[in-house]
């Protein structure tokens, strides 16, 4: 088909047409000026139509989910469409795609790793540790542009729940698990200080995975860390009775450098250039997958002893402050009528929190060694925890996405 179009118009439109043979009947192509149906056009490609052609757009029906034609052109104005699809392309797409839905078997091979081979991962720094968070956010970043952010602009309740859920619902949450489990107090300690801290970085990618809305995600994760300066002294002098000091400059320097900066890298690259970011489009995924992996094994190799010590009493009461905390993210925003995307990223940003910061600030603020211990033991659930959900999130339909 393509052969036939070039040789017949080589000058004025190169047009490839993918699976021509299954176009819908109703579907039709529009251009600058009238031409016949997409049906005969693909069949016949010789037709007086393609003469002055300019634009060629294919436009389903509204009834047909996945439509079985692609077209791509190239014309005398230059490029107009996305790369050619071939059978490499296609299949690059397919391997890359099939390694991202491996994310939880990664992170789980991950930590299992980092907690029996610790030694192993001993050279990993903290600064090495910064820019993998940093390739993580930019390649969230890579797949946003600024007309993304528009709708939560326009509609800030989503964001309003997003923060009532990380500083209210997870606090609470947190204080009911402990009581009902009983545990210690040292534990009780770091399991409130583990559902008062900001969400995690890593919850971006989680959302991107199960096809939430990412400008979202970025938006609810910033405006949370950035508040922790002042909820997290509010929220653990509520409840342990001791105030814990965040340094605002300092977090605020290291949000923009980690998280901010390299977002506003990816969605400047993503816009001026949408040929090379299409062709990295389906990898850009997997690239943040084992950018989260070398997070966890360089935070778990550091912890190893303190989670062996604590996973046979903190494992449940861990496990289900993240599983009550997305299942009550996903729930109340649905009974409150928001959109399928919107209740997956309010789900993911709920249940996801930092153990990282709130192991550090244990280390820091409190002489008990059990204070740290549920952090320690979040670190090693939360990342294949999430990994599933959001996987598990992929495979079903999304409805309702322009609500």
Known sequence: MADLVAAHYPRKVLCY?????????TTSLKTQVSIKPSHVCLRYPKVNSFQNL???????????RKPSTWLIHMSNDGYKGK???DTSFQLYKKIASSATLLYPLWTLAASLLAIYRPALFQGVSSQSISWALSLLMFSVGSTLSLKDFIPILKSPFPVLLGFLGCYVLMPLLSVFISRLCGIHYEYYAGMILLGC???GQASNLSTYIAKGDVALSV???TISTLASVFMLPILSQLFLGTRIPIHAVELSKSTAQVVLAPIILGMFLNSSFPRLMYVLEPVLPLVGVFAT???VVGALSKVQEVILSSIGVLFWPVVLLHFIGGVAGYFIPKLLGLNEKVCRTLSIETCFKSPALSYVLAIKHFNAYGVRMPSAVSILVLAPLAALYSVILRF???????D
Not at 19 to 25: A, E
Not at 396 to 402: H, I, P, T
């Open 17 to 25: 047409a993918f699976h021509f043979l299954l176009v819908p009947k």
């Open 54 to 64: 300019k634009f060629l757009v294919c436009s389903p029906r509204e009834n047909v």
């Open 83 to 85: 790369p050619l699809l």
């Open 197 to 199: 801290v900001s969400g």
């Open 219 to 221: 938006a609810m994760t």
């Open 293 to 295: 992996m070398y997070c």
């Open 396 to 402: 079903l339909s999304v409805k309702n996405e322009s």
